[in-house]
């Protein structure tokens, strides 16, 4: 089997530690993790992917309410299943981690929120923004005029241009002012 | 599209590079004119994909080359460059390894990890506050032993007891008896220089142990507050039940299902609650608020008078003891001040059930405000008594003292288990069978922080008179560790409310370091420069003051030969006053400049 250091290489190690926030304990032990999801065909591709339902297995991310947002957000394959490369998933890490900053948290958070992928937050967004976070069953959703009115006081708080859409600069500036954000937007392995 | 050609510096090959976007042309425009490790800093910060962070990396740096080779023509300044950007990158490799190297220390993570999985940060941050203080004690106690004890036992193995006194069981408990002449008080250190591989001053290794670990405590302190200070503080919003701060602050590191299901009912309902304030928002009237003002104010009174009763009533009794003969009468101040440390703030969470406060926030910090006047007048009580009288009535003060602060840290364990059962386990038994109402109780995280600040004062005050404090100290948190782990586990349940985890973190940094750890090291300095060490025991006896140890050796350096700049730095720094006034000048510009590190908005 051998160890996880010597399958990857000291030069790739030393690139990922530059453009991720991750440390090389945190990058070993994401390579690791990956390398038990991969299919075994695959275990020496270092482009290899792995679709999206094995990533779901993964303990830290099963009883996300987001999980297959994250998935959807940093996968970069074309046909849009949500797989991930191994480069996919330190990105995913590197967002996540502690020492990410502000700017690329609510970067993320402003894509995974907007299940339509159409650039702004609009009422269908926040409505399933909403469902995620409260329960999605019958006996747990909010009713539809507390959702009406739970959505207006939303835009009215964040939406500064009134066009009825929360874009990405409307977005950071309303989760600035949120001090719990850094420290809630975080997986560690 | 833009072509950029350059040549290889290694191979001599031409190689191609091809800007596609004007968007990456502009953003490679503003990355170039950075220095390198800002550089490395904004392409970490891009939003793109790994692929894309590469390729902008891979673009720059061909032409950062390129410019540098347009600009020196001139080959020794080429090669001076390369060697400063090969030992800057070196310094940055080592950099990371530091990172990384913090994090080997992989005690409890897989604890941790559950706990974070099941309850959330709020609760996961009195433990990582725990690691954090064990870490202190671990370095303090390696650092005493290391320097201070070691050489001693090398040199003379044997504690030199009198005849007439055993070990008893009983000293575990006081401290006294047996133990008062062994290395665990200041009084069993000898004063001498000892002579073996090398000459060996004890009183100058004492001295400096102390005050330099002291000062990297200090310094460490500093450097997290700020650097929490910068990632947490955010100036809040004043509608604490704002939407977005609701939806936003859903904590992505709980795993464990159940906990999920419970967070999202609760959200629900706070999110149901937040909806009918809105709707009707309740204006008081004017007596109302004189009501509330007045029920503040009497409160406040109470909670003041409880602190000065507490702080009167313990001088008493230590003035008013007995002969220490019988070392279980030492027991009974420690004994009280344990008490007085448990009880008070339960009567202070019950006074604050009986005030109105407009949020929640300002419920948390009336009662930390409470908490550590309380801790603070004890420990103050204590040392002045300690320092006035206890200073001037014992021959071996000294031990004395550190007997003192060990009993109080012994009884204060078994106090904060006491406090474990009744404040965890019996809440949850009245919660779940006698008054099911009131539910299972939350873990206090503000209450538990707090008695961790007083326990860790006790130390840092107790190391000049027991340098093998911290190891009793180290026991005792990691003790507390599994069971405050087990307590949780098995008779809370998750907080309901998102309590600013974040913020409080970085308060509870603050608190100990700004009345705690300043005033411990107030009270260890006060001794090192006003008291008279004790005639006839310890490492300084027979000086004026402690400090006069540094005034001793630069007396015996000025024989020595080649030591003149230790002579020019004591004194024309030391003892000058413009020294501490650039100190504090030092720290105030570090602070502000990691506040302030620039940030480069992309994308």
């Known amino acids: 089997m051998g160890t996880t250091a010597s399958q990857l290489g000291k030069d790739s190690l030393a690139e990922y530690q530059e453009l991720t926030f991750l440390t090389k304990q945190e990058i070993l032990l994401a390579h690791k993790r990956f390398t038990e999801l991969l299919h075994k065909d695959h275990k020496g591709d270092p482009h290899a ?53 502000l700017e690329i ?27 995620c976070l409260t329960g999605d069953t019958d006996d747990t959703r909010l009713t539809t005029e507390e959702m009406r009115q739970l959505i207006s006081n939303i835009l009215e708080e964040s939406d500064i241009d009134k066009d009825g859409t929360v874009n990405l600069s409307e977005f950071q500036h309303v989760i600035s002012r949120s001090p719990d954000f850094v420290s809630s937007f975080k997986i560690v392995l | 599209m833009v072509f950029v050609t350059c040549k290889d510096t290694v191979t001599g090959r031409a190689c191609c590079v091809v800007l596609c976007t004007t968007e990456e042309q502009n953003l490679v425009k503003e990355l170039v004119g950075l220095s390198t490790r800002d550089r490395i800093r904004a392409i970490r910060g891009l939003s793109m994909s790994f692929k894309e962070k590469k390729h902008i990396r891979l673009v720059l740096s061909h032409y950062v080359s390129l410019i540098i080779k347009q600009y020196n023509t001139n080959n020794q300044v080429l090669i001076q460059w390369s060697c400063f950007k090969l030992f800057s990158q070196s310094f940055r490799r080592c950099g990371y390894s530091i990172k990384s190297a913090r994090q080997t220390l992989k005690l409890w993570q897989s604890i941790m990890k559950e706990i974070g999985g099941r309850f959330g940060t ?49 000293e575990m408990l006081t401290g006294a008896g047996y133990f008062t002449y062994t290395i665990m008080y200041y009084g069993g250190y000898s004063n001498e220089t000892l002579v073996g591989l090398v000459k060996y001053d004890m009183k100058l290794a004492y001295f400096f142990t102390i005050a330099v670990y002291m000062v990297l405590c200090g310094i460490a302190l500093i450097f997290s507050m700020a650097s929490s200070f910068k990632k947490n503080y955010v100036l809040a919003d004043p509608t604490s039940n704002s939407a977005w701060q609701l939806l936003s602050s859903w904590d992505f590191s709980i795993t464990n299902e159940r906990a999920v299901r419970q967070r999202k009912n609760n959200l629900r309902v706070q999110i149901q609650e937040s909806l009918s304030d809105k709707a009707q928002r309740q204006l008081l009237t004017l007596s109302e608020k004189l009501k509330h003002l007045g029920v503040y104010l009497g409160f406040w009174l109470l909670s003041t008078s409880l602190v000065v009763g507490c702080g009167v009533s313990i001088y008493y009794l230590y003035a008013a003891n007995w002969s220490l003969l019988q070392e279980a009468e030492t027991l009974l101040v420690p004994f009280v001040v344990s008490l007085m ?19 929640h926030r300002r419920q948390i910090y009336a009662l930390v405000v409470r908490n550590i006047l309380l801790k603070m007048s004890i420990l103050a009580v204590l040392c002045y008594y300690w320092m006035n009288v206890v200073a001037k009535k014992f021959s071996c003060w000294e031990s004395v003292v550190g007997q003192a602060l060990y009993r109080l840290v012994i009884v204060d364990f078994l106090f904060l288990m006491l ?72 008779n809370c349940q998750p907080p309901r409310r998102t309590a600013r985890a974040a ?7 603050a608190l100990l370091f700004f009345p705690f750890f300043v005033g411990s090291l107030s009270i260890v300095a006060y001794t090192a420069w006003r008291l008279t060490p004790s005639e006839q025991c310890g490492p300084f006896r027979g000086l004026n003051s402690t400090f006069s140890v540094v005034g001793v050796w630069m007396d015996d350096l000025h024989e020595i030969p080649g030591s003149q700049w230790v002579i020019w730095i004591y004194e024309n720094i030391i003892k000058s006053e413009i020294f501490y006034f650039l100190m504090t000048l030092i720290i105030i510009d570090t602070y502000i400049a990691i506040e302030n590190k620039p940030f480069m908005n992309c994308g």
């Open chain 2, 503 to 509: 913020q409080m973190q970085t308060i509870f940094i």
């Open chain 2, 122 to 170: 709020s609760v996961l941050s009195y433990f990582v506050f725990l690691k954090w203080l064990l870490m202190f004690n671990i370095f303090s106690f390696l650092v005493n032993f290391g320097f201070i004890t070691i050489p001693l036992l090398v040199y003379d193995p044997s504690p030199n007891i009198p005849p007439n006194v055993s070990f008893t069981g009983l």
């Open chain 1, 105 to 131: 948290k609510s970067h993320y958070a402003f894509r995974i929120f907007d299940f339509d992928d159409d650039g702004t937050l609009d009422s269908g967004d926040l409505e399933k923004l909403v469902n």
């Open chain 2, 341 to 359: 440390n448990l009880v008070v703030p339960l009567l202070y969470s019950l006074f604050n059930k009986f005030e109105h406060y407009s949020s």
């Open chain 1, 49 to 101: 992917r792995v679709p999206m339902d094995r990533v779901l297995t993964l303990p830290e991310l099963k009883s996300n309410p987001f999980r297959k947002r994250i998935c959807h957000v940093f996968s970069t394959s074309e046909q849009k299943d949500g797989s991930l490369t191994f480069e996919d998933f330190l990105d995913l890490l590197s967002a996540f981690s502690d020492s990410a900053t």
């Open chain 2, 419 to 490: 406090g474990s059962f009744f404040g965890e386990f019996l809440s949850n038994v009245i919660g779940t069978r006698l008054i099911p109402r009131l539910g299972v109780p939350e873990f206090d995280v503000a209450r538990n922080v707090l008695e961790l600040i007083y326990a860790q004062s006790l130390a840092w005050i107790g190391i000049y008179f027991s340098p093998l404090l911290p190891a009793i100290q180290i026991l005792k948190l990691f003790i507390l560790f599994y069971l405050k782990k087990v307590s949780l586990t098995q």
